[in-house]
Each structure stands twice: as C-alpha cells, then as structure tokens.
T-cell receptor
C-alpha cells in the first residue's frame, strides 16, 4: 500500500506570493493533519481535518488555510508568503481524529518550501 | 495546556552502548505520549506510543519508553545502539477532549560513533 504522498517535493517562491501544497492520505484514512517544521525545531501543528471538517487549528495566522476533499486528500494554502514561512511542511494521515490506536499518525516525506 | 521538554539537544553514544533520550511533559489531563524518529530527508516514523495502558511501552527497533506520572517523564531507551539509529528523535504529547492537537518537543539528535 502507498504511504502518505505529498507534492511538490521542493518549491521556491518569492515573498508576497501564494503557494498550494497537496497531500494524499493512506487509503482508508479520513483524517489529515498539517505541520510546519522550521530547520532545527520540532514540527508545529497547523491544521487537522476529519471528514472534510476542520477539527483543530494551531497558532498560525489567517494567511494559512486548508481544506479536505471528498476523497480525503487535502491542500494547504499560504498567502502573502514571508521569509519566515520557509520550512518543511509535513502532512500526516490517520484513521480517526481522536484518541486510541486509530489516531496513530503516518507522515509523508514533506514539501520543502523556500521563500526568497 | 500541554508542553513537552526534551532535555538534551544532542546525545552521543558508541555503537553497542545503551541509549537514553529524555523527555518531560506537562499536561492538564491524562496525556497520550509518542516518540517519533526522523532520518535525514525522510518523514517521521512512529517508534512507540503510550495511551493509558501499560506504563512500559515497547516499540520498533528495540526501543522502549516508560511512562512515569510522578516524574512527568517519558524517557526513550535502547539497550544497544546501532549505527542506523543515528537520527532526530521527537517526543510528542497530546491530550483528550475534542480534537487531539499534538505538541512536539524540539528534538534530540542521536549521534552513534563506531
């Protein structure tokens, strides 16, 4: 079975531009979460979606938005890019959005975003 | 509120010697605790998890962690380090009630010398 896939792998954007990152969860997983990992730090939670509804939001500005599609894939959008948005963006999928073994998250390889 | 502190940014061991990566957490409710490993240019992989069952948790690749509520700790151990264990390790805490929003530690870089 395919794992979590993310596209693109790498991306270079200019300040002020907009970017869309994509994630396909493991087949059968209904929950997708997005994380930002700045170099040298642990991942920071951005969003969680379950059954196409937002179930959690981290401490990120409104420039960050996301959505989940009927096939459970997801997009993360970032507007008005800043230099500080340069990071590895990770997507994780799970069967469910709450506790227990069904919450175990499986991570994709990430999208490396560089803002110049 | 919840938080997690990984007490060492770097841990250096020799191949074949024990590994100890330390993690302390803070949580208002009963936590779920996880350890993830991240190899260079790879995604995060779950090593093990604690979700209010046995306090000694066994994971993949010979790793173990013990949940100690009195010490608010969840340290990761392995009896004998292997060169392939060299990676970044993250301790994660999340709590029940609505959605699970996990909090990651800053990470511990494990260096294994031959």
């Amino acid at each position: 079975d395919a794992g979590v896939t993310q596209s693109p792998t790498h991306l270079i954007k200019t300040r002020g531009q907009h970017v869309t990152l994509r994630c396909s969860p493991i087949s059968g997983h209904k929950s997708v979460s997005w994380y930002q990992q700045v170099l040298g730090q642990g991942p920071q939670f951005i969003f969680q979606y379950y059954e196409k509804e937002e179930r959690g939001r981290g401490n990120f500005p409104d420039r960050f938005s996301a959505r989940q599609f009927p096939n459970y894939s997801s997009e993360l959008n970032v507007n008005a890019l800043l230099l500080g948005d340069s990071a590895l963006y990770l997507c994780a999928s799970s069967l469910a959005a709450t506790s227990g073994s069904s919450y175990e998250q499986y991570f994709g390889p990430g999208t490396r975003l560089t803002v110049t | 509120a919840q938080s997690v502190t990984q007490l060492d940014s770097h841990v250096s061991v020799s191949e074949g010697t024990p590994v100890l990566l330390r993690c302390n957490y803070s949580s208002s409710y009963s936590p779920s605790l996880f350890w993830y490993v991240q190899h260079p240019n790879k995604g995060l992989q779950l090593l093990l998890k604690y979700t209010s069952a046995a306090t000694l948790v066994k994971g993949i690749n010979g790793f173990e962690a013990e949940f100690k509520k009195s010490e608010t700790s969840f340290h990761l151990t392995k009896p004998s380090a292997h060169m392939s264990d060299a990676a970044e390790y993250f301790c994660v805490v999340s709590v029940s009630g609505g959605s699970y929003i996990p909090t990651f530690g800053r990470g511990t870089s494990l260096i294994v010398h031959p």
